[in-house]
């Protein structure tokens, strides 16, 4: 059975795009949950500007409150050294720098040109250093931009060599507004995936155009065994036109179990973790399996069916055609 390797994002990606702010006591609560469902990775939350990611701004409480399960891996997303020190400060596992491929994005999400920011996280990974901190970069826009359009393969190339030369341990291709589709993601994972063979190479899809699991079966084809999802299908980029939530986690664990995949992850602890999600955040969410039930969920027979055979075969006793 080929083994995954699971990374939840819903209370960063999930829970920075929400309008009610959660509770910290709430947040710590759904990690600690979390932390026992066989994840390989949470992605906790982030250390951005406060004015720019309010829903965020208690990342150091969240970060020191949660109790750490020894199998996890504890990430928060960092977009500059100021980040960088207030993660260390915290002890996190890994930290996971963000930039985007496209300019208008990247100047609209950090407000800063690629250039400028690739800098700024050039000083990043020497700040984190040769420490027991991980560090991985997760790419914006890779499979478009919704102000750009799409983003040339040798630039998006041009990027993960850049940072593979800085010696950062993975890179997150992300599909920051859905407007990846199957073929375009199997060529790309396979590049990335036959050119940095040291790199730990995740996938990062969001739902927006309904491609995601199509998506994801087409990087398992080429090759990948790590992907972010969000509890919930909560997420998106509050920077990014029209962007909606991340791929389910529990829609995406439930299509990977049933391919005889081994996702180390336990699938009715999550779904009782993102029934707790809408009252969180104040709304339904766009869970498939929490709403349908798994697979082979079944239901009772109807009693008029019951009602129904019981007539056909007194009717059969009595020779009633
Ligand atoms: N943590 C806390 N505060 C930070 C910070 C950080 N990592 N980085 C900057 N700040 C504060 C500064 O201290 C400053 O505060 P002040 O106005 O009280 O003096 C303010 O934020 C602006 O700082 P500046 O350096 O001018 O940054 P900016 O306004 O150009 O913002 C980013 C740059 C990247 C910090 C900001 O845009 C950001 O955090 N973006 C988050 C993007 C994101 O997470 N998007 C979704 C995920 S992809
Ligand atoms: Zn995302």
């Not at 499979?143 to 041009?158: H, S």
């Not at 050119?195 to 990087?219: C, D, K, W």
């Not at 798994?294 to 009717?315: F, Y």
Request: aromatic residues 4%; proline residues 5%; negative net charge.
């Amino acid at each position: 059975m080929k083994r995954l390797y699971m990374q939840e994002v819903a209370t960063r990606d999930g829970f920075q795009n929400e309008s009610t702010f959660i509770e910290t006591a709430d947040k710590i609560s759904m990690v600690n949950a979390l932390s026992q469902c066989g994840y390989a990775k949470i992605e906790v939350t982030s250390f951005t500007s406060p004015k720019a990611i309010p829903a965020l701004r208690d990342a150091e409480a969240v970060m020191q409150g949660i109790e750490r399960h020894p199998d996890v891996e504890y990430t928060v997303l960092v977009p500059n050294v100021r980040g960088a020190e207030r993660a260390l400060g915290c002890g996190v596992d890994e930290a996971n720098l963000v930039m985007s491929v496209s300019e208008p994005h990247n100047r609209s999400n950090l407000r800063m040109t690629r250039e400028q920011s690739f800098l700024q996280l050039k000083e990043v990974v020497s700040v984190i250093g040769a420490g027991p901190v991980a560090v991985n970069v997760s790419l914006s826009t890779v499979f478009g931009c919704p102000m750009q359009g799409d983003v040339p393969v040798d630039e998006i190339l041009g990027w993960v060599d850049r940072f593979a030369n800085l010696g950062v341990r993975g890179v997150t291709l992300c599909d920051t507004t859905g407007m990846a589709f199957p073929s375009q993601v199997q060529t790309l994972s396979a590049q990335v995936i036959e050119r940095f063979p040291e790199l730990q190479v995740t996938l990062h899809f969001h739902n927006t155009r309904g491609m995601a699991l199509a998506n994801t079966v087409a990087a398992l084809q080429a090759g990948v065994d790590r992907f972010d999802s969000s509890l919930g299908g909560l997420g998106g980029c509050p920077y990014a036109p029209g962007a909606s939530g991340n791929v389910c986690t529990e829609d995406l664990v439930h299509m990977l179990q049933l391919m005889g995949y081994d996702t180390n992850v336990d699938l009715d602890g999550i779904l009782q973790a993102s029934a707790r999600l809408p009252q969180l955040i104040g709304h339904p969410t766009p869970s498939q399996i929490l709403k349908a039930g798994k697979r082979l969920d079944l239901h009772p027979i109807p009693e008029h069916v019951n009602t129904l055979a019981k007539q056909v075969v007194s009717n059969a006793a009595q020779g009633v055609k």
